[in-house]
């Protein structure tokens, strides 16, 4: 255990010297980078932390977080790697970076590359401050799986297996057998030499019948619990005992019950509950008798 702690131990190390001698190769290319882009000393001294110091940022992060996490925090370490790498191929092909001879803001002879330069080199400061932020933001507000309880046996080794000897082990009790015994049909006594056969012929034997048709299955509504309305034909105890008028009766009932009542109220609905009939004759009685009652003003005017 203190060998595997050593080894690790001894990695990381490793890995913090690379990376600080790599920091240091790439601090001269990007501070000149910077003063060729119109950074002043102090900012120059600064812009190698900016670009490289990210990376070294999200390399951690990518260390802590998990999931969509990690993938975001490898997208910006990848990203800042190739802007740092490009930035230091420039540096290398232009020797007039190395004395600062440059002009402001001209890393290439060919505009479209130029600018494209230009402008890498001046937004990695503010990448550095958003991707950085989120990065941070994200580490802190991480929270990492459970680890699972450690068992009292932990340190000893779960490839071990012990093997007991034959008398050691449990000796496993057969089940009780029920038995289910049969009672056989009680022998029957045959006379010495004498012919065990019927008197009589047996039937004989009725060939099998055909096979039955197979029964078609049908689809069968389910029952309901409900009780069922009755249906068919109604009895003529239950019918209304009331004979049915004609048309002229009704009119003279309908004249009669609405001799006293205004135009106003002359409707099918009030004809219908008085005369206890159906709506269409409610109808055709109360036409008959706004008619009627318009005809007989009319003779009066």
Known sequence: MNLHRKGRAALVLALVAVVGMAFRVSWNALRDIAGAVGADDTAAMLYPFVVDGLMALALIATLVLADRDRTFALRVLGAYTVASLVLNYVHGLVPELHGRTVDWGRLADWDPANWALVLLATSLPVGSIYFGSDLVAKVLHHRPAPIPAVST???ESTETTMKRSTADLPVST???ITSNPVALPRPVAVGFLKSTL???PLPSIAPAPAPAAPIERRAVAAESTRPRRATGRV???AKSTRPKRTPDQLLA????ATADWP???VTGEGIRRALRTSPANARALRDTILAERAAASA???
């Open 235 to 237: 009895p003529a105890v």
């Open 253 to 256: 009932e309908a004249r009669k």
């Open 263 to 265: 135009d106003a109220k």
């Open 174 to 176: 057969p089940a009780p």
């Open 198 to 200: 019927p008197a009589k």
């Open 299 to 301: 003779k009066v005017a």
């Open 153 to 155: 046996n932990a340190e």
